[in-house]
């Protein structure tokens, strides 16, 4: 298991940066400025050819992304609020813009362009995202302390099985008679 709390960090964006990205129709990375590498924590070559998902924060509701592709593959712009996940699993906000690119009429990439979110916008957007992964039936985020020996018993279990410490829990669970 993973001591650290990297996922409780959050990379501001710049207030006067743009984060820039193209992928190809199947949302693989063809191009990212400078900002977007800086941001996301890793660097152009890591990302180019990846699955733009690379970045998807587990908090992010499946249906956002099912209406983004939905609303891209009709021609419209998709405008929304994304958190995604950096490479440190730490994490960051933006509002996206993504739209297709066209050339001699005909879609041949997209295109996304994401800006700085207000601390209020984020805040708003969390539970909203909370609340509709709950009734997608989707992952529910839990924080919770563990008393070491507790904790150091799980980790344990958990290498010793080769399985994650959220896999150990389940793993008990079932085992539960109730």
């Known amino acids: 298991m993973d001591k650290t709390f990297d996922m409780f960090w959050e990379t501001e964006v710049?207030?006067?940066?743009?984060?820039?990205?193209?992928?190809?129709?199947?949302?693989?990375?063809t191009y990212v400025n400078e900002t977007f590498?800086?941001?996301?924590?890793?660097?152009?070559?890591?990302?180019?050819?990846?699955?733009?998902?690379?970045?998807r924060h587990p908090d992010m509701p499946k249906?956002?992304?099912?209406?983004?592709?939905?609303?891209?593959?009709?021609?419209?712009?998709?405008?929304?609020?994304?958190?995604n996940l950096r490479k440190d699993k730490g994490y960051y906000w933006v509002y996206a813009e993504i739209s297709g690119v066209y050339k001699d009429g005909q879609l041949v990439e997209y295109k996304s362009m994401r800006a700085p979110v207000s601390g209020e916008k984020k805040k708003q957007m969390q539970d909203l995202y909370d609340q509709m992964r709950e009734e997608e039936?989707?992952?529910?985020?839990?924080?919770?302390?563990?008393e070491k020996e507790v904790y150091d018993r799980l980790e344990q279990l958990s290498q010793e099985l080769g399985i994650s410490g959220e896999e150990v829990i389940k793993k008990l669970l079932s085992e539960v008679k109730t």
């Open 14 to 29: 710049p207030e006067n940066e743009l984060i820039i990205s193209r992928t190809d129709l199947n949302g693989i990375i």
């Open 37 to 55: 590498a800086k941001i996301s924590g890793y660097s152009p070559e890591e990302l180019i050819g990846k699955p733009h998902n690379i970045i």
């Open 137 to 146: 039936g989707g992952a529910v985020r839990v924080v919770m302390y563990l």
């Open 63 to 83: 249906s956002v992304f099912k209406e983004l592709w939905e609303t891209i593959k009709q021609g419209k712009t998709w405008r929304g609020y994304v958190k």
